[in-house]
């Protein structure tokens, strides 16, 4: 709740100030200001001149003396009486603020008028300045705090590439885990949300030039690669299919604290781990970060690899760990179109288990880490999409599940046990799940994957597997798990021009009483080759580990400080605009834009990172609303800019008439953004 009253706040401020950028601007050029609002809504204090402080407006008080709104009185007439020209005043919401000039109104067309105070009497010159001191006002703001916040210095996430998706433009390209983004197209990155932003504004059918930083066992070395990127059916943006390298530190969050216990445990590692400690060695080389880690797992074809961690009290622990072998990535889409990732071997798929419980889940009494999967309300052998889906599509809600709970290594030990679990209101039960690679039970089959935009079926999909069947064998190689059935794939030789080959799969139907039953899987050379290339990965996912972040700061140097202010200040200007030219264009989809409450929402996220880079979101906010202003549209700053443009050429305002229709059609536009917007917002927070 703090969080989100900061940023109202903050963001009321941005207002307050664009809006102090016009009152100064009038007052210079001698236009009558009768106002000067901070807020909105009924007035709770206010101060004029000759009035002095009161609660409420005191406009009321200038009525009973002289029998007329302030607005309507000559300049002789405030001055006889004593009365200063402005009302100043603090208003019950904090949402900004608003300046009243003479001779113009918001939402209303300039009003003709002769008196030469007024907005509409001032001459074209100063009318400019005025209608910039706005704009003006919020980008020298957002240079001041551009200046305050490198002054202490941001972390940013830095521009090291760390997971790529396999399909992603990215990996096509070349481009590593590991890799460090130097430049795009001679364009300097420092974060990993600059190298985004490039890719998103990228023009489509066009490649962008990457300059990288590439480490090697001579060092490291520079590589440039040619990449175009993809629309991204998530985001709606182009997208390499990158994702950013954690650190090696293991977060430390309180909240985390379970989650990254249990994962240390699932990796195999000794309690003396600990949330906080740092992975310093892996095998025979430094880590620096994540992506160090999982490229020395790649390579090490499986066998187990020596590790020091270094505690967050400075002790170290030295450990064995083994790498987690990789399994084919099946694409799809679910049936509201969302794309959909399945884990398997030739569209064969593992139960799902419980990694880790959520200490605020509903289901922490009901649920143990470990448990299995076997059937979730009428679906038997769910996959892990299956179970997502299964229970997103039921919030608040009871399921019964049926699930395998393991007996601590003795299968003896293992029973099945009927539960019953509740879903949040987002659908949720509060676990984290993990495939049951080392269990021989199969899920529901994947039916087909996507493989260059068409759907394929997948070698399971024309043979009879009955969920929760049990692997026997492959051929004449008896399989206990799904590592067995890995080992089995990868050892069958590729025939040197068969174009397929022909696999006897044993499986035992679950039923009672069932036998065992042989079924032919075929898989096309492409197939088998695939399979035989799959690799290893570090045992530990990377979102247990902090991020990998760079500092941008100007190490105490205010003129480092106000030129990197300008930078960006110039940067994010230009990424506004291009963002609505590719808007307009249709490469860049208009379900990205963001409305007031996805701002909060994002604000208040980036309020719990600290108070610099609070500063930095609201300087990055202060330079959206300078952009949007200067839009020409009838009701900003840059509509009236047009219309005295067009004063200035032809000697004469539009019409009232013209001015009228344009300031509805910019209203109506403003009211569609704002609805348009505020959908968008609640669809990403309610998940839909």
Not at 6 to 16: E, K, N, P, S, T
Not at 45 to 57: D, E, K, M, P, T
Not at 580 to 597: C, H, K
Request: hydrophobic content about 45%.
């Amino acid at each position: 709740m703090g969080s989100f009253l900061l940023i109202l706040l903050g963001f009321g401020l941005l207002i307050v100030v664009h809006e102090l950028g016009h009152f100064a601007a009038a007052k210079w050029a001698g236009v009558r200001a009768d106002g000067f609002a901070i807020g909105m809504g009924p007035v709770l204090f206010s101060y004029r001149r000759g009035i002095g402080w009161c609660l409420g407006s005191a406009d009321a008080r200038v009525v009973a003396k002289l029998g007329k709104r302030p607005i309507e009185c000559s300049d002789e007439e405030l001055a006889t009486h004593g009365l200063g020209e402005t009302e100043y005043s603090l208003r019950a919401l904090p949402l900004g603020g608003y300046v009243r000039m003479l001779g113009q109104e918001d939402g209303q067309p300039v009003e003709a008028s002769s008196n030469p105070r007024s907005f509409a009497g001032c001459p074209i010159p100063k009318r400019i300045v005025i209608i910039l001191g706005g704009i003006a006002a919020n980008l020298v703001l957002a240079i001041v705090l551009f200046l305050g916040a490198f002054l202490h210095g941001v972390n940013f996430e830095a521009p090291i590439i760390g997971t790529l998706d396999p399909q992603g433009a990215a990996a096509k390209a070349g481009i590593r885990a590991g890799d460090r983004v130097l430049a795009v197209d001679d364009e300097r990155i420092d974060t990993f949300n600059d190298l985004v932003i490039a890719a998103a504004m990228s023009r489509p059918d066009a490649e962008m030039t990457i300059s990288l930083a590439r480490s090697n066992s001579s060092g490291d070395e520079q590589t440039m690669v040619r990449v175009e990127p993809q629309v991204d059916a998530t985001s709606g943006l182009r997208s390499l299919g990158i994702a950013p390298t954690s650190s090696a530190t293991l977060t430390a969050i309180r909240e985390s604290d379970a989650l990254v216990r249990a994962a240390i445990q699932n990796a195999g590692l000794p309690s003396t781990i600990i949330p906080g400690a740092r992975l310093a060695t892996l095998g025979d080389d430094a880590v620096a970060n994540f992506a160090d880690a999982q490229r020395i797992a790649a390579a090490s074809q499986g066998t187990p690899l020596a590790s020091t961690w270094v505690l967050p009290t400075g002790a170290e622990v030295e450990a064995a760990m083994q790498p987690r072998a990789l399994f084919s990535r099946f694409l799809s889409t679910t049936a509201t179109g969302a794309p959909r990732v399945d884990e398997g071997l030739a569209g064969l798929a593992p139960l799902c288990a419980v990694e880790a419980i959520d200490p605020s889940s509903r289901n922490r009494d009901v649920l143990q880490t470990g448990d299995v999967f076997l059937s979730i309300g009428d679906l038997a052998g769910p996959k892990g999409a299956d179970l997502i889906d299964f229970v997103r599509s039921r919030s608040s809600a009871e399921i019964p599940v049926r699930i395998l709970r393991r007996g601590n290594g003795d299968a003896s030990a293992d029973m099945e046990l009927s539960l019953t679990l509740q879903t949040d209101s987002d659908g949720r039960i509060g676990v984290y799940l993990t495939p049951a690679w080392d269990l021989p039970f199969l899920a529901r089959s994947i039916a087909s994957t996507s493989t260059n935009s068409a759907e394929e079926p997948t070698p399971a999909s024309t043979l009879s597997i009955v969920p929760t069947g049990r692997l026997i064998a492959l051929n004449d190689t008896p399989l206990s798990n799904f590592f067995d059935l890995r080992a089995a794939r990868r050892r069958a030789p590729v025939d040197g021009d068969a174009k397929s080959r022909d696999f006897k799969l044993t499986v035992l139907d679950p039923r009672a009483g069932a036998q065992p039953s042989s079924m032919s899987l075929q898989l096309t050379r492409e197939q088998l080759v695939a399979i035989q290339a799959l690799g290893w990965r570090f045992p530990i996912d990377p979102n247990y580990f902090d991020p990998a972040y760079v500092l941008l700061s100007a190490n105490g140097d205010p003129l480092r400080a106000v030129t990197m202010g300008f930078e960006r200040t110039y940067a994010v200007g230009k990424s506004v605009f291009a963002t609505i030219d590719r808007v307009a264009r249709g490469s860049v989809s208009a379900t990205q834009l963001q409305g007031p409450i996805g701002i909060l929402h994002v604000g208040t996220r980036v309020a719990d990172e600290g108070f610099s880079y609070l500063v930095f979101f609201l300087a990055l906010l202060s330079v959206n609303l300078a952009v949007v202003n200067a839009l020409p549209i009838p009701i900003a700053d840059g509509g009236l800019l047009l219309f005295a443009l067009y004063e200035g050429i032809r000697g004469k305002a539009p019409s009232v008439r013209f001015q009228s229709m344009a300031a509805l059609c910019g209203i109506v536009f403003v009211a569609a953004l704002f609805l348009f917007t505020f959908a968008n917002d609640m669809r990403r927070l309610l998940g839909l």
